[in-house]
DNA sequence: CTGAAAGCGCTTACAG
DNA sequence: CTGAAAGCGCTTACAG
């Protein structure tokens, strides 16, 4: 059934040494006989099998991809993305869903990852701890980031500290001053990871707008459901409440909005919000949002990683990637409605 | 850098042989013999490489998973349960992203499945065409789909059909009459796909409640933008508006449920919503619904899979996978003020 | 219980 | 321009 390249080369007449230079068109063949080895191999149904071939030439036509979760946004983005560009250029992708705090994360550093299938590896929101990082770079081949950033390794990400920083100025151009920001999970560590990185930016916002004493975070978990809880809990206090938040993310954005609504007040009358991303959602839900292209971002790691395994030079060690304010109507200027229960005065 | 199996024979004193039956507990070794080769691999940091061996053992370790979307709750679901099995049996996987309509689709039958790097195929969501059926079975390995249904190959899916036609029972039960249907695309086949079955289901309950003339489709895209459109346009003729929707999936339903408190329609009150799939955000939603489990699902498909490889005889062509209805409060009675509009009289 | 030899499917110097 | 030979890293009969 499945054939070889014996039978190749026999039924063109020619050696296997023919058939393959033929086939793989590096080396000389004389184009009558290249085309009869074409011919040959099209007629049996031949394809080569990377796996024997990569035992010679180490070329093992396979990506390793590393990621916490598959099921999120803005990882399947970055999914789509990176399989697409390898598919173009014949690569497999094979993929390791990191279960944090299992033992499963280890057995892939060490088992997995170790078992020499790949040529390079991508990381998506993982951070390697130092003896992960170090097992990483033992296999000797080129390693790439994405989004959260890795000691030693180039990755590729969105200023999120700037972009945090330029959503909350958004909402005080519009006059907000009670703008509260619901963060993801390890915000605390301020600038290290994507949370905290964006939890610094708003931060930033505040002090240099004078509003530094009324900072307030509620951390969640980065989800719909997660915005929703922080917002029903932030929310619920009648006399307390922001007159705008900044979500660390568009799915706690929408999810702050739907409980605004469940809650009986208006977005943007009553709350302004924004996010981060760019999700698909985001057009339906009509959400302000500073938006990053992850699928883009997939894309050219992979161009990034195939580069260095054709061998090129690495890349800086951060590559900086576009993002964009899109404003719709979540966010609007501060009303003196909004701002009543707070006895916020507005122009 | 990287250590071979020699390496370690030679750091054991032994042989090659020796090492290989040592380190993969087939064929006899004196005990001492295998502690030493055992503890020379773990010097060195040795771990086999699954390609060469693949040469002489013809297992690669490796499955190959082909679906059309990955960025989708569903088929993110099946992914994650794959990957979680497969890792589990030191497998790898491969991803294959089908984009519908394009040559990319035609590659992967032809030249990536055919290159002999996987012991077994899991098609989710994949109608292959009659010569991409065959395409498939030459490959000569197991092959199993999940969702939609592949002739020839056996497959798990959830009673499609039934569970529609449970869910339309659960609004007809209610007291409503007045029952549309959001369906996905490609519904008008009726029975054949995924959607066209859940239609079917729809058709057969509501004819079997003597509601036959009620029935109303709307043709939409399987997401939450799809369900939201195809909703706002249901919905916005105050005059005909239904007062019970049957939504082809759990994100069509929210997305209806989204559109419809937008037009000020309270749910239930005003409309009642049901899906199906027990999407992640249902509960958040309190969205009433037939629950499957993709995660399992996709778990069931590698066990079956990997019983197959080992020799196991094929199981049935269709395995049933379980569903139950959950009752949340996205559905309730049809009150009089909500049938008002058509006339609706009640108890 | 262990080792020498052959071979899986491929590619790549090396002669010719 | 082409073929014979060696070898990539592994495993598996086969002797001993």
Redesign the interface.
């Given at each position: 059934?499945?054939s070889a390249i014996a039978d190749v080369a026999l039924r063109a007449g020619v050696s296997k040494a023919t058939a393959s230079r033929a086939l793989s068109g590096k080396g000389y063949v004389a184009e009558a006989t290249r085309l009869r080895v074409i011919e040959a191999a099209q007629e049996i149904?031949y394809?080569?099998?990377?796996?024997?071939a990569?035992?010679v030439t180490g070329q093992?036509k396979?990506i390793g991809v590393v990621m916490p979760f598959?099921?999120r946004?803005f990882f399947?983005?970055v999914?789509?993305g990176i399989?697409?560009a390898l598919?173009d250029r014949?690569y497999?992708?094979?993929?390791?869903?990191l279960?944090p705090g299992t033992a499963?994360r280890q057995?892939?550093f060490?088992?997995?990852l170790?078992?020499?299938?790949f040529e390079g590896i991508v990381l998506i929101g993982v951070e390697p701890s130092e003896s992960e990082a170090d097992q990483l770079v033992?296999?000797?081949v080129p390693l790439v980031g994405i989004g959260e950033p890795v000691t030693g390794i180039p990755f590729l990400s969105m200023d999120d500290r700037g972009a945090a920083r330029r959503a909350t100025e958004q909402l005080i151009a519009l006059g907000h001053r009670h703008i509260w920001h619901i963060a993801g999970e390890g915000a605390e560590a301020l600038d290290v990871s994507v949370p905290g990185k964006r939890y610094a930016g708003y931060l930033e916002a505040m002090a240099a707008g004078g509003l530094g004493d009324l900072c307030r975070v509620e951390v969640t978990e980065m989800s719909?459901?997660g915005g929703?809880d922080a917002a029903a809990h932030i929310l619920s206090d009648a006399t307390s409440r922001p007159t705008a938040v900044f979500a660390a993310c568009d799915e706690i954005a929408i999810?702050t909005m739907?409980a605004a609504?469940r809650l009986g007040l208006r977005v943007p009358g009553d709350l302004s919000i924004i996010g981060i991303d760019g999700h698909?959602?985001a057009?339906?839900f009509s959400l302000t949002t500073i938006e990053q292209r992850p699928r883009q971002q997939g894309h050219d790691a992979v161009t990034s990683l195939l580069d260095r395994i054709a061998g090129e030079p690495p890349p800086p060690a951060v590559i900086d990637v576009p993002a964009r304010l899109v404003v719709r109507a979540s966010t609007a200027a501060l009303t003196t409605a909004a701002g009543a229960h707070l006895g916020v005065a507005t122009a």
């Amino acid at each position: 059934m499945s054939s070889a390249i014996a039978d190749v080369a026999l039924r063109a007449g020619v050696s296997k040494a023919t058939a393959s230079r033929a086939l793989s068109g590096k080396g000389y063949v004389a184009e009558a006989t290249r085309l009869r080895v074409i011919e040959a191999a099209q007629e049996i149904g031949y394809v080569a099998s990377p796996n024997a071939a990569s035992l010679v030439t180490g070329q093992t036509k396979n990506i390793g991809v590393v990621m916490p979760f598959i099921n999120r946004w803005f990882f399947g983005e970055v999914l789509e993305g990176i399989e697409s560009a390898l598919l173009d250029r014949g690569y497999d992708m094979t993929l390791y869903n990191l279960h944090p705090g299992t033992a499963d994360r280890q057995r892939v550093f060490e088992f997995f990852l170790a078992r020499k299938r790949f040529e390079g590896i991508v990381l998506i929101g993982v951070e390697p701890s130092e003896s992960e990082a170090d097992q990483l770079v033992r296999l000797g081949v080129p390693l790439v980031g994405i989004g959260e950033p890795v000691t030693g390794i180039p990755f590729l990400s969105m200023d999120d500290r700037g972009a945090a920083r330029r959503a909350t100025e958004q909402l005080i151009a519009l006059g907000h001053r009670h703008i509260w920001h619901i963060a993801g999970e390890g915000a605390e560590a301020l600038d290290v990871s994507v949370p905290g990185k964006r939890y610094a930016g708003y931060l930033e916002a505040m002090a240099a707008g004078g509003l530094g004493d009324l900072c307030r975070v509620e951390v969640t978990e980065m989800s719909l459901p997660g915005g929703y809880d922080a917002a029903a809990h932030i929310l619920s206090d009648a006399t307390s409440r922001p007159t705008a938040v900044f979500a660390a993310c568009d799915e706690i954005a929408i999810g702050t909005m739907i409980a605004a609504r469940r809650l009986g007040l208006r977005v943007p009358g009553d709350l302004s919000i924004i996010g981060i991303d760019g999700h698909e959602y985001a057009e339906m839900f009509s959400l302000t949002t500073i938006e990053q292209r992850p699928r883009q971002q997939g894309h050219d790691a992979v161009t990034s990683l195939l580069d260095r395994i054709a061998g090129e030079p690495p890349p800086p060690a951060v590559i900086d990637v576009p993002a964009r304010l899109v404003v719709r109507a979540s966010t609007a200027a501060l009303t003196t409605a909004a701002g009543a229960h707070l006895g916020v005065a507005t122009a």
